[in-house]
């Protein structure tokens, strides 16, 4: 704490400004929150009153029943949580596999290599949007397709297209050799001279050590994945693959908007992150420092 | 998500001596361990970049072959009202943006730089909305931004303004979108401000303190310079997101009322899936990528010290 701190008026008065504005602010991030419960509980005739009722009087869990049964809402559910664990799998795996071989194994054209995969960040999504989706059109032999990719829709429609675009992110394989380069050289001589293989090293002696990365890097692929939009939308058309987001359009007909089940929805497609976050907020904040990513 | 990390300095390898038959074992599996990541790099990134550029001298409608048709797409691009307007809407949009995220950002983050009881607690809010997707956000906002039984309006008018009816009017539908984003962005860059923040050097307050500088000559001579190259970072995360701008406005207010906030992406989207004009979209594309990785190269030998060349 300060300890010049005297509290003359003149501080007092500073100091309370401070925090007013600080409160301010606060009020303006949470309101969104705030008015999404609060809306999602109250039944429809207090919903559009005016003024508004800050609180609400009565409590109603009416919205959530109807979100699950106006739409499929409990099979979006499904489908963004099964992409969104399969996406951070994938990147977990195979970012390690490859930010490890970056970091600690010695092979001809590594820099050149790596520096490829990195300069993938710089090529921005909006890009590949179409000819990524060509691929994923004509994959030969699934989807209906013959061998040169013909004939059926592919891998669209398919968990596939959005696990495998993004199932080793540059960022991912990125991270994971920063990490694996600050562990120590003597523990893979050890092994060497027990016998381990190179496999082995890695998954039982490495791996292990980077469970503090591994979380950070679980967090923001499922954040990310879970907040896919428009590529889910460019990639599914059949409406039993859409995902919680693009779920949430679902309730607005012809420009009728059904307010509190939307709501509804809105508070269970925001949970999950919400309490990924709030119970690793510690690794959140500060590898966004590190790296400067963005969730 | 894109993402920009800083670039650690590579840790000098001697030269490996290739004869050896455990360094021949260590390639060949380094080698099976960068396969799977670097052949969905080939798939899905290297392959579509090269791709994208061909199909822009093409027509390709998914049903019918793809026909070569030359610059006949740039040519059009230049005289497509719609795409200039979403490029102009783009640059309005991030006009307004990114300065005031600048402002608030850096404002904030020197607020919870100060020694005082509860900044952790604030810290924790303020990046609450970070952690929402943006379609949740967008949807909950809009909402908020309706004309009679909005929050934001009924908040207004306890001060006296009256709102205008903000997403059915073209005068304010940007507006909206630019407050959605601010509200969704500002934690992080809050938090990569603290970041920069922790690396000034406390010592330089002191002196000047000494020497009779004012805290506003502090700010100005101390903290902006430190704070150059986290400044740059933000400036240039913001400005990429900025120009890929789609999901607002595809939920909030559907590129309208009119055309005012149709953005490049959108036109993209709309041509490419909708419309099915999928050479066409892919020459608008292109072009927005270029003019996105020119801003990150520029910037980027601007800046050379600041760890992202």
Redesign the interface.
């Known amino acids: 704490?300060?300890r010049n701190l005297r509290w003359t008026p003149w501080v007092v008065l500073r100091?309370s400004l401070?925090?007013a504005?600080?409160v301010g602010?606060?009020v303006?991030?949470?309101?969104?929150?705030y008015?999404?419960v609060v809306?999602s509980f109250k039944p429809d005739t207090d919903?559009?009153s005016?003024?508004?009722r800050w609180i609400p009087q009565r409590f109603t869990f009416e919205h959530y029943v109807k979100a699950f049964t106006l739409v499929p809402f409990s099979r979006y559910f499904w489908n963004s949580t099964v992409m969104a664990l399969l996406g951070v799998l994938a990147n977990l795996v195979?970012?390690s596999?490859?930010g490890?071989?970056?970091a600690r194994?010695?092979?001809?054209g590594?820099?050149g290599?790596f520096k490829?995969?990195?300069a993938?960040?710089?090529?921005?999504?909006?890009?590949?949007?179409?000819?990524?989706?060509?691929?994923l059109?004509s994959f030969p032999l699934v989807g209906g397709n013959d061998l040169l990719g013909h004939g059926g829709q592919g891998l669209l429609n398919s968990y596939w297209a959005i696990v495998?675009?993004g199932?080793?992110?540059?960022?991912a394989?990125?991270?994971m050799r920063?990490f694996f380069?600050t562990l120590p050289d003597d523990l893979m001589d050890a092994a060497?001279v027990d016998g381990a293989s190179?496999?082995r090293i890695?998954w039982s002696i490495y791996l292990p050590l980077c469970g503090p990365a591994l979380a950070t890097l679980g967090i923001?692929t499922f954040?990310?994945g879970?907040?896919v939009?428009?590529w889910a939308?460019?990639v599914f058309n059949d409406p039993k693959m859409s995902t919680v987001?693009m779920g949430?359009?679902a309730f607005s007909f012809n420009h009728q908007?059904d307010?509190g089940p939307?709501?509804a929805a809105?508070v269970v497609?925001?949970l999950p992150?919400?309490i990924v976050?709030l119970f690793a907020?510690r690794y959140?904040?500060q590898s966004?420092?590190?790296?400067?990513?963005?969730? | 998500?894109?993402?920009?990390?800083?670039?650690?300095p590579?840790?000098a390898?001697p030269a490996?001596p290739?004869r050896s038959r455990?360094?021949r074992?260590?390639?060949r599996?380094?080698?099976a361990?960068?396969t799977?990541?670097?052949g969905?790099?080939l798939?899905?990134?290297?392959?579509?970049?090269v791709?994208?550029l061909f199909?822009s001298f093409t027509n390709y409608d998914?049903l019918s072959p793809i026909k070569w048709v030359g610059l006949a797409n740039y040519e059009r691009l230049l005289t497509d009202d719609l795409f200039r307007r979403g490029v102009l809407n783009v640059a309005y949009y991030a006009l307004l943006y990114v300065p005031l995220m600048i402002a608030l950002s850096l404002s904030?983050g020197l607020?919870l730089n100060?020694?005082?009881p509860?900044m952790a607690l604030?810290?924790?809010?303020?990046?609450?909305?970070?952690?929402?997707?943006?379609?949740?956000?967008a949807?909950?906002?809009t909402?908020?931004f309706q004309k009679?039984?909005g929050?934001v309006n009924?908040a207004l008018d306890v001060v006296g303004i009256r709102g205008p009816n903000w997403l059915a009017s073209s005068d304010s539908a940007m507006y909206a979108i630019v407050i959605v984003t601010l509200?969704q962005?500002?934690?992080?860059?809050i938090?990569?401000y603290?970041?920069g923040l922790?690396g000034v050097p406390t010592f330089l307050y002191e002196a000047a303190a000494l020497d009779g500088a004012s805290p506003w000559q502090q700010f100005c001579y101390i903290t902006v310079p430190a704070l150059r190259t986290t400044t740059f970072?933000v400036v240039f995360?913001s400005l990429?997101?900025a120009?890929?701008l789609?999901?607002q406005a595809?939920?909030m207010t559907q590129g309208g009322p009119g055309y005012a906030t149709t953005t490049?992406?959108y036109q993209?989207?709309s041509n490419?899936?909708t419309q099915l004009r999928?050479g066409y979209?892919?020459a608008q594309?292109?072009v927005?990528?270029v003019a996105?990785?020119c801003v990150?190269l520029i910037s980027m030998r601007l800046n050379r010290d600041s760890g992202l060349g």
């Not at chain 2, 798939?43 to 970049?49: C, G, K, N, R, S």
């Not at chain 2, 604030?122 to 956000?137: D, E, G, H, Q």
Request: overall charge positive; glycine content about 4%; cysteine-free.
């Open positions: 704490m300060n100091e401070f925090y504005l600080l602010v606060a303006v991030m949470a309101l969104p929150f008015w999404m809306t919903i559009f005016e003024p508004i195979l970012g596999l490859a490890y071989a970056f194994m010695r092979f001809r590594r820099e290599l490829m995969k990195l993938s960040l710089l090529i921005p999504g909006v890009v590949t949007l179409i000819p990524s989706f060509i691929i059109k495998l675009p199932a080793a992110g540059a960022f394989v990125f991270f920063q380069r060497r190179e496999f890695f923001f954040q990310a879970w907040n939009f428009l939308l460019i987001q949430l359009q908007t307010y939307l709501m809105s497609v925001s992150v919400l976050f907020q959140f904040t966004i420092s590190f790296t400067g990513a963005k969730g | 998500m894109l993402r920009n990390p800083p670039v650690a590579t840790r390898v490996p290739y455990l360094l074992h260590e390639s599996m380094a080698y361990f960068i799977p990541a670097m969905l790099f798939i899905f990134t290297l392959l579509p970049a791709f994208a199909l998914i904030l607020a100060r020694k005082r509860g604030f810290r924790t809010l303020f990046y609450l909305p970070a952690v929402t997707s943006s379609i949740a956000a949807t909950v906002w909402w908020m009679d039984y929050v009924q509200w962005g500002l934690g992080s860059n938090i990569i603290l970041a922790s970072f995360m990429i997101g120009f890929q789609f999901d595809y939920v490049a992406v993209i989207y490419g899936f999928m979209a892919s594309a292109f927005l990528a996105i990785l990150s």
